[in-house]
């Protein structure tokens, strides 16, 4: 009964920025991530955000760039990233899981997923 559909890639220059959206409905986990997926390498973390919102974790790679939030009466959680850079391109996925102090749990619950591409 879960469903995660993210939205908002695109095609960007480097130091541009985009927001990812990913709509949540069903009986998802209470927190989410966001991972992301290069070709030929593995999917990995990107940032996640307690249930509440009061909490968020990001990967080293992406911290003081990337701001995750949500909004739970929309049932969306949102990826805010600035200053892109090539590295950044990937697909990016929504996952719904569980948030424990600084450590996020993923579930196997994943949305379809959204391209970014960042040019140079």
């Known amino acids: 009964q879960v469903q995660l559909v993210e939205s908002g890639g695109g095609l960007v220059q480097a130091g541009e920025s985009l927001r990812l959206a990913c709509a949540a409905s069903?009986?998802?986990?209470?927190?989410y991530g966001w991972y992301r997926q290069a070709p030929g390498k593995e999917r990995e973390f990107v940032a996640a955000i307690s249930g509440a919102g009061t909490t968020t974790t990001y990967a080293d790679s992406v911290k003081g760039r990337f701001t995750i939030s949500r909004d739970n009466q929309k049932n969306t959680v949102y990826l805010q990233m600035n200053s892109l850079k090539p590295e950044d391109t990937a697909v990016y996925y929504c996952?719904?899981?569980?948030?424990?102090?600084?450590?996020?749990?993923?579930?196997?619950?994943w949305g379809q997923g959204t391209q970014v591409t960042v040019s140079s």
């Open positions: 069903g009986h998802t986990f209470s927190s």
């Open positions: 996952n719904s899981g569980i948030f424990g102090s600084s450590a996020y749990y993923p579930s196997d619950y």
